[in-house]
């Protein structure tokens, strides 16, 4: 017997088993059960599996013995409802689907659960839980949608059935522009779209949004808030279909868009907002619209306060406040590696997360190749690399000492950069002994290996986050006579940049890793250079599947040149624990992330012996 009860967005639920005629309130004893659990251990660690029974108490010095198979996944869905305080089980409405996975847990064998209070509830949760009922295709789509894409449609159009927002978090490159093209193609022609859809995008993405709806879905009529003309548009706001805008426009104009509410407010890049407290996610939060959708191929980069954010936008009050989330899932399973607090995150979020893989669902994309070039400095650059080691080593453990390890990041960042600096070139660091230093070993063996990879007929990708490296690469290219193009934070006409590339005007194209890692396909390359690889896997990957995304027809070989020994090496380390924070949330595998201040005396220990 069930029983939800209404209190405005929250319901309270209890679990209620009739004894003798007489109904019994389950939930406290259950939930003190879930707390006899030894800490991060799987619910399993409970059943004592010699009685295949387990005995909960009831009032009054009764017991009821529950075959464990019959307990354990109501356990599962309870764990995810209880957040370590009280007694009572409280759930937000956003969070339905959780009484859908309780009803699932508690029916069978000719068991039924009958619902008290907020009936409706149950039903909606079940209808949350069982996912897309049927297919719906765009009338008009100037494209064809491939079977995965299908299902994504039919899963989005799922999500404004029932009233929820969503996350879309497909691979890089599996076109989740087009299934949000196709999903507002049919909102127009259903003519539920009475108002218009909002798309807000990275500025560096805006024309490649406008072109794709063109090229797509050009009934829809489209209009672009971006530069300084845009002022005199906004009353054209409400006759159009779909509006364009970036993170930076809202930011600044977020008055004019509060006059008016949104079909759809849609984000593409979401990680955007991963920091809760930027403007830019803050503003996000306060339009008003009837459907919410967001759009990222990297829902979790660094940790899982990023996801909190995300949520708060697409569905608010899912996840609690931010504090709430933090002591009830993100420490517990950053910190703890309480493989039960992430099973329930896991399970609250999924009915509303899609996530596929390049490898799942698009076997033929050609392969990925992955190689790491090891550099080995000259003695110069050795000295150089060590002199400012120690001295950056010292600086930090006297910061650490003196204000505490958080308060110590600037100075950690700074001494990492200046140290990832002289591995790629001594003329980007800003010191007096660097002056001395005229060659570069990994800018050596850069253009030796680019010299070869072009003889072989390669077309190239060269990626850094170093603006000021770009510049130095290109003005020996251009010395070599290789014609190439360059795309950074300053670069205006980006497109034409991706047009001469992809048409075989140039072979190689230098590009900044945060200007460039994100909406563009070039596809036309086979071979991805990172220069300077960093801890941020997901914005390396973002930045690879700039080639290796659909309509690539060639394999794809990605190469990261790295200092032998040195902090570059070790980065490498990182970047597989960041991936894994990741892939333990979103895939199969259980398993726990910790970075510690440990890690920095890893990243600032001596260069090893050369390989």
């Known amino acids: 017997l069930g029983d939800v009860r209404d209190k405005a967005e929250w319901f309270q639920l209890e679990l209620g088993l009739e004894v003798d005629g007489e109904v019994v309130d389950l939930g406290p004893s259950l939930i003190k059960l879930l707390e006899e659990a030894p ?37 599962s869905v309870l764990a995810e409802l209880y957040d370590g305080t009280g007694r009572k089980l409280r759930l937000h409405e956003a969070n339905l689907a959780a009484v859908g996975r309780l009803e699932q847990a508690l029916e069978g064998d000719g068991r039924v659960l009958h619902w008290t209070g907020r009936a409706d509830a149950g039903e909606r949760g079940k209808m949350l839980v069982r996912g897309p009922a049927g297919a719906e295709r765009p009338v008009v789509l100037h494209a064809e949608l491939r079977p995965y894409q299908q299902d994504g449609l039919t899963w989005l159009c799922h ?19 087009l299934q ?12 539920r779209m009475d108002l218009p859809a909002l798309v807000i995008v990275p500025t560096s993405l805006i024309e490649g949004w406008r072109r794709q709806i063109a090229q797509f879905a050009p009934h829809l009529r489209v209009l672009v808030l971006h530069g300084g003309k ?30 008016h509410e949104f079909h759809y407010v849609i984000l593409d890049e979401a990680q955007a907002i991963k920091n809760a407290r930027s403007q830019a996610s803050q503003a996000v939060r306060t ?77 033929d994309l050609p392969p990925k190749t992955e190689l790491t070039r090891y550099v080995s400095f000259g003695q110069e650059q050795r000295d150089l690399y060590e002199s400012i080691r120690v001295a950056a080593h010292a600086e930090v453990r006297s910061a650490i000492r003196q204000q505490g390890f958080e308060a110590s990041s600037l100075m950690i960042l700074d001494a990492l950069t200046k140290l990832r600096q002289v591995c790629c070139d001594p003329r980007l660091v800003k010191v007096d002994a660097a002056r001395e ?14 010299s070869e990879e072009l003889g072989r007929g390669r077309r190239v990708l060269v990626f850094s986050q170093f603006a000021r490296m770009l510049a130095l690469l ?46 563009l396909t070039l596809t036309r390359a086979d071979t991805v ?25 060639q394999p794809v070989f990605v190469h990261n040149l790295v200092v032998a020994g040195s902090v570059e090496e070790r980065m490498l380390e990182l970047q597989q624990k960041k991936r894994a924070l990741a892939d333990m949330l979103f895939g199969k595998e259980v398993g726990t992330v910790r970075l510690l201040p440990d890690d920095v005396e890893s990243l600032l220990a001596p260069l090893e012996d050369e390989r």
């Open 159 to 177: 999500l404004r059935d029932h009233g929820v927002g969503g996350v879309l978090a497909d691979d890089m490159g599996l076109g989740k522009t």
């Open 287 to 363: 339009l008003r619209a009837r459907h919410r959708l967001a759009l990222t191929g990297t829902p979790v980069e660094n940790n899982l306060d990023e996801l909190w954010s995300l949520f708060e936008f697409v569905m608010p009050g899912l996840l609690g406040n931010a504090q709430r989330f933090r002591t009830g899932f993100r420490y517990p399973i950053e910190r703890e590696g309480n493989e039960t607090r992430l099973l329930a995150l896991r399970s609250r979020v999924s009915p509303f997360v899609l996530r596929r893989l390049k490898e799942t669902v698009a076997r």
């Open 437 to 450: 230093v005229k060659t570069s070993a990994k800018a050596e063996a850069f253009h030796s290996f680019l």
């Open 529 to 553: 250079i990172h220069y300077d690889p960093w801890w941020n896997a997901a914005a390396q990957l973002q930045a690879t599947d700039r080639a290796h995304r659909i309509g690539q027809t």
């Open 230 to 259: 845009r002022h005199a548009e906004f009353h054209k706001v409400a006759a159009t279909d779909v509006v364009l805008t970036t993170y930076s426009v809202l930011s600044r104009d977020l008055s004019r868009f509060h006059e």
């Open 180 to 191: 949000t093209i196709a999903l507002l193609a049919i909102e127009k022609e259903q003519r």
């Open 39 to 75: 800490k991060g251990a799987r619910l399993s660690s409970l059943s004592r599996q010699v009685a295949r029974c387990r005995a909960v108490p009831l009032a009054k010095g009764r017991y009821v013995a529950i075959p464990w198979e019959r307990l354990e996944p109501v356990l």
């Open 474 to 519: 290109s003005d020996e290219l251009r010395a070599r006579g290789v014609k190439h193009v360059t795309l950074t934070g300053a670069s205006e006409e980006r497109h034409k940049l991706v047009d001469s590339f992809q048409e075989g005007e140039v072979d190689v194209f230098l590009i900044s890793l945060k200007a460039g890692g994100t909406g």
